[in-house]
């Protein structure tokens, strides 16, 4: 039977209209019992979604047990009110939003920033996290995000958030480490290795430039030091050797750097 609207027509399924039958009714909506139709299936969507956003807590692993503490050690030099990150992390409240996004930064090894390349040489200020450290902060994520046992969902700010925030000021700039006591600027050519325990480095060159340091003994062994590639004058800082390296006769130093960069250098700090 076609469907006839207000006026009578059909909704053209004929050529011609119909004339409506005796007897037939037409029921229409009040366009203000339509809106509220609409308007309560759009508070359930709404509802819906709210409910969805709120993860379950599936995991034993918490902020102020595990989380916290890896990221003051490892997080807050950059992630804090001041710091050269785009969003501070010293709190819950300001970590939790970014649970997930911190998850996937981790998990491909992007954060935390490390500017030299991983696993060539040892440094004591190497802020890469341990496989242990990813671990906790996926299962964190994965789990809900939760502040701590007692109570898993922490209010817009938790006990203790503002203490952490000034606990936690960017620090100084990274200068001289305490036993290093002296220092010499070399421009990125091969040379004799100066007399003294190397402690640090510390490279300058330009933008998206590389440097390959390595050390050379008499013996013709050689040990590497540091590797820096796409250099970011923005986060130029000292890199300090875990063991310091002495400078034995005939001992030289091997750089290979980016041809043509006149500005490249390195500082070296002695023991």
Same mark, same amino acid.
């Given at each position: 039977?076609?469907?006839?609207?207000?006026?009578?027509?059909?909704?053209?399924?004929?050529?011609?209209?119909?004339?409506?039958?005796?007897? =037939?009714?037409? &029921?229409?909506?009040? !366009?203000?019992?339509?809106? $509220? *139709? +609409? %308007?309560?299936? #759009?508070?359930?969507?709404? @509802?819906?979604?709210?409910?969805?956003?709120?993860?379950?807590?599936?995991?034993?692993? =918490?902020?102020? &047990?595990?989380?916290? !503490?890896?990221?003051?050690? $490892? *997080? +807050? %030099?950059?992630? #804090?009110?001041?710091?050269? @990150?785009?969003?501070?992390?010293?709190?819950?409240?300001?970590?939790?939003?970014?649970?997930?996004?911190? &998850?996937?930064?981790?998990?491909?090894?992007?954060?935390?920033?490390?500017?030299?390349?991983?696993?060539?040489?040892?440094?004591?200020?190497?802020?890469?996290?341990?496989?242990?450290?990813?671990?906790?902060?996926?299962?964190?994520?994965?789990?809900?995000?939760?502040?701590?046992?007692?109570?898993?969902?922490?209010?817009?700010?938790?006990?203790?958030?503002?203490?952490?925030?000034?606990?936690?000021?960017?620090?100084?700039?990274?200068?001289?480490?305490?036993?290093?006591?002296?220092?010499?600027?070399?421009?990125?050519?091969?040379?004799?290795?100066?007399?003294?325990?190397?402690?640090?480095?510390?490279?300058?060159?330009?933008?998206?430039?590389?440097?390959?340091?390595?050390?050379?003994?008499?013996?013709?062994?050689?040990?590497?030091?540091?590797?820096?590639?796409?250099?970011?004058?923005?986060?130029?800082?000292?890199?300090?050797?875990?063991?310091?390296?002495?400078?034995?006769?005939?001992?030289?130093?091997?750089?290979?750097?980016?041809?043509?960069?006149?500005?490249?250098?390195?500082?070296?700090?002695?023991?």
């Amino acid at each position: 039977m076609p469907n006839y609207d207000v006026n009578g027509q059909t909704d053209n399924v004929f050529a011609e209209p119909l004339e409506r039958p005796t007897g =037939t009714r037409i &029921r229409t909506v009040a !366009p203000r019992t339509f809106c $509220r *139709c +609409v %308007a309560a299936a #759009s508070l359930l969507t709404v @509802a819906a979604a709210t409910l969805l956003a709120h993860d379950p807590i599936t995991t034993k692993v =918490t902020w102020e &047990r595990e989380i916290e !503490p890896i990221v003051q050690a $490892r *997080c +807050v %030099a950059c992630h #804090s009110s001041g710091g050269s @990150a785009p969003m501070p992390l010293t709190t819950y409240a300001e970590a939790r939003p970014w649970a997930r996004a911190i &998850r996937e930064e981790v998990l491909t090894r992007r954060m935390p920033k490390w500017h030299i390349v991983r696993g060539y040489g040892d440094f004591t200020n190497d802020p890469s996290l341990s496989p242990f450290e990813i671990a906790l902060i996926t299962a964190w994520a994965d789990g809900g995000a939760p502040f701590s046992k007692a109570r898993p969902r922490g209010p817009a700010s938790s006990p203790g958030d503002a203490a952490a925030t000034a606990r936690h000021a960017p620090p100084a700039q990274a200068g001289r480490k305490p036993g290093a006591r002296s220092n010499v600027t070399i421009p990125c050519a091969s040379r004799a290795m100066p007399r003294g325990r190397l402690a640090g480095l510390r490279p300058l060159l330009s933008a998206g430039g590389s440097l390959r340091l390595t050390s050379q003994r008499h013996d013709g062994s050689v040990e590497p030091l540091l590797w820096v590639r796409d250099f970011d004058p923005d986060f130029a800082e000292t890199y300090w050797l875990r063991n310091p390296i002495p400078s034995e006769p005939g001992t030289r130093l091997i750089l290979a750097s980016t041809p043509d960069d006149i500005t490249c250098s390195v500082t070296l700090f002695f023991e």
